[in-house]
């Protein structure tokens, strides 16, 4: 061991002790270093033993009759900290086992909820579909009722034809009332779920990346 | 030495080294002087300093020495008196001790001696 790794470790050893004791410590090994001369050095750290030797004749002398209680509590807060930094060691790699080994469940469960997703998505599809065919065929209908029924009234049947006018105009109203919705659906409606949607995946996300950020 | 050196008499050996030198001196001088006299671990002399400089028996200063700053002690009136007192504990002490083992035959011859060494600390 050299003279410059002995200082470095009683440094290390001291910093439990107040600044100004260990300073005045450190600075008494420096100069005896110094006055001992470097002919001397190896001889000097052979006979102080070793850095913890020093240390302890430091801290004893500090502590006095609590040198004892003092370093048995240090010896047992760091086995302590040992024990809890195990426990979290082996709780991570529970949670990975645990992860793995039920990874059938919870991937059958990720499964699950995407092909509920996706269902929905369909259903809502097809709803979709259904309302814009149910739309054109009463715009289309609508139309040719009104059609025949101003062929009816110019041919010979006023009454029928009025009727069968109406039925018609009333249908086109409410088709014409369906391209409203379907506009404000599709202009509305689906803009929002989608911003929704975006919401709901960045929010996750910026969860997990906080998470990250705190470690 | 099979003889074990307790805490006071470290004290007294170290206070008696310091007074020697009217200038003061330095933790290595004082090592080298003390285990001159007896046989000691290097590490036992810095917390006989700091103690004997927490009782006001020595002060420290620092002295620069070749561009470094070199810690010198000396003995204050303080320490001047323990060390009297030190030294009449260890006649007394001393004298007992080798009575005992010269026996009641020597006895006379000895205190002679040790009274004369006696009167000169006073």
Known sequence: MSRQDFMEQLKRLLDDIPSNERQDALNYYENYFEDAGPENEAKIIEELESPEKVAAS??????????????????QREQEKIKENNAKVQ?????????IVASPIWIGLVGGLFGVFVGLLGAILGIGAALIACVAVFLVVGCILIGIGLTKSLFGFPAIGLIVMGIGILMLTLGILGVL???????????????????????LFQKGRKKEAYR | MVFGVGAALLDAIVLAVVSKETDGTYGYRITQDVRGAIDISESTLYPVLRRLQKNRCLEAYDV??????????RI??????KLDEYKKEWMDYST???HLFLGEEQRHEQAGFYGTAKEAVR
């Open chain 2, 64 to 73: 620069e020495c070749g561009g470094r700053n070199r810690r010198y002690y």
């Open chain 1, 58 to 75: 430091i801290k004893k002398d500090l502590f006095g009759e609590n040198y004892e209680a003092y370093e048995f509590a240090k010896k």
């Open chain 2, 76 to 81: 204050t009136q303080d320490g001047v008196l």
């Open chain 1, 91 to 99: 709780r991570n790699i529970l949670i990975v086992v645990l992860l």
């Open chain 2, 96 to 98: 007992k001790i080798t």
């Open chain 1, 181 to 203: 919705a379907l506009c404000w659906i599709i202009g509305k409606f689906i803009p929002w779920m989608i911003l929704g949607l975006v919401n709901l995946c960045r929010s």
